[in-house]
């Protein structure tokens, strides 16, 4: 079946360093892959999205590239900001299946401090 | 454009009392919706999901079950909470972009006592 496996948490930076957070997947086919990020108290919200291998997903200085060879999808920001504090998701769709359901990694707390 | 909304927001029931959570969107139309629900610190678990009007899967066999009387309707009941029960109750549906990409509403804090 498939699966996503994500960095453990959780992560705490100064404000303005380098993120990362690992994110490989297990699954057949060529799926979409996703990263969505939840703030305290809130719904998950799409940060970004890549559809095919080499595609990069980018949003509000965040970035991520699919990696078909290394079946990974990390997440990227040059310089984080004491606002990017909250639960990063990293999500898969598979690319066949009538409800095309998504499989969620665990999760990682990234807590930055100013 | 699309929205989903989900009420209540906060939700605080005995253990033993019945539940009943609905989720609508709005903007769209036959979308695929679905139920999470995360626990305390943990990640997410799929518990229903609906490709159609009355058409429902259940991913986790438990107390609770889904209706989806109309199109943009989605209900998560149970007729007797338990406290493993508690927790953040999320409804979502799927874009209709051909990623496959998930929208999610606003949640709903359930605590059972």
């Known amino acids: 079946g498939n699966s996503v496996t994500q960095m453990e948490g959780p992560v705490t930076l100064s404000e303005e360093a380098f993120l990362t957070i690992n994110c490989t997947y297990t699954?057949?086919?060529?799926?979409?892959l996703f990263w969505y990020v939840q703030y305290p108290g809130e719904g998950l919200q799409l940060l970004l999205k890549a559809t095919k291998a080499d595609d990069k997903g980018s949003n509000k200085g965040f970035e991520a590239t699919y990696r078909k060879e290394t079946t990974s999808f990390h997440l990227e920001k040059g310089s984080v900001q004491v606002s990017d504090s909250a639960v990063y998701f990293c999500?898969?769709?598979?690319?066949?299946?009538?409800?095309?359901?998504?499989?969620f990694g665990s999760g990682t707390q990234l807590t930055v401090l100013p | 454009s699309q929205t989903i909304h989900q009420w209540p927001a906060t939700l605080v029931q005995p253990v033993g009392s019945p539940l009943s959570l609905e989720c609508t969107v709005e903007g769209t139309s036959n979308p695929n919706l679905y139920w999470y629900r995360q626990a305390a610190g943990r990640g997410l678990q799929l518990l229903f999901y609906?490709?159609?009007?009355?058409?429902i899967s259940s991913e986790v066999p438990q107390n609770l079950s889904a209706s989806r009387p109309q199109d943009r309707q989605f209900i998560l009941s149970s007729k007797k909470l338990l406290l493993s029960d508690s927790g953040f109750y999320l409804c979502?549906?799927?874009?209709?972009?051909?990623?496959?990409?998930?929208?999610f509403g606003p949640g709903t804090r359930l605590t059972v006592l």
């Open positions: 979502a549906w799927r874009g209709t972009s051909g990623y496959n990409e998930q929208f």
């Open positions: 609906s490709v159609g009007i009355g058409q």
């Open positions: 699954a057949t086919g060529y799926p979409s």
């Open positions: 999500a898969l769709s598979p690319s066949s299946g009538s409800a095309r359901q998504l499989t």
